[in-house]
Nanobody, 126 residues
Framework: QLQLVESGGGLVQPGGSLRLSCAAS????????IGWFRQAPGKEREGVSC????????NYVDSVKGRFTISRDNAKNTVYLQMNSLKPEDTGVYYC???????????????????WGQGTQVTVSS
C-alpha cells in the first residue's frame, strides 16, 4: 500500500522552529515530486513549498520565503520542511503530497498530486 506519513507538528511559540517530515512507505520517493500544503481553519488549502524529484527545483510561496526550507533525503525515503521564525499565521494542518514526475518540475496545484498524507497539526501561539 502506497502511503505518505507526516510527522513533526506541534505547538510552538512565535519565532520558534519545527521540522516536518514526510515519509513514504510502499514506494520510493526517488521519482516523485513532493509538495507541502497547509490548511488554516476556515481557509482553503494552499501550497507552501515543493521540490522536484531531482531536487534541483525548490519553490516556496511568498509568505514563507526565507523562513522555510524544503529538502529531500532519498536514502531515507523522506522529505523535510524546516520551518523557522514561525508566525501565528503559519498555523494549520500541513499535508505532504506526491506525484510521479521525473525531472525538474514541482507544483503548487493540488490536483497535480496523486498521493496525500493524513496531515500534521502546526499551531503557532504564545
Amino acid at each position: 500500500q502506497l502511503q505518505l506519513v507526516e510527522s513533526g507538528g506541534g505547538l510552538v511559540q512565535p519565532g520558534g522552529s519545527l521540522r516536518l517530515s514526510c515519509a513514504a512507505s510502499g514506494f520510493t520517493l526517488d521519482y516523485y515530486a513532493i509538495g507541502w500544503f497547509r490548511q488554516a481553519p476556515g481557509k482553503e488549502r494552499e501550497g507552501v513549498s515543493c521540490v522536484s524529484s531531482s531536487g534541483g527545483t525548490r519553490n516556496y510561496v511568498d509568505s514563507v520565503k526565507g523562513r522555510f526550507t524544503i529538502s529531500r533525503d532519498n536514502a531515507k525515503n523522506t522529505v523535510y520542511l524546516q520551518m523557522n521564525s514561525l508566525k501565528p499565521e503559519d498555523t494549520g494542518v500541513y499535508y505532504c503530497a506526491g506525484t510521479a514526475r521525473s525531472g525538474n518540475m514541482c507544483y503548487f496545484n493540488e490536483y497535480e498530486y496523486d498521493y496525500w498524507g493524513q496531515g500534521t497539526q502546526v499551531t503557532v501561539s504564545s
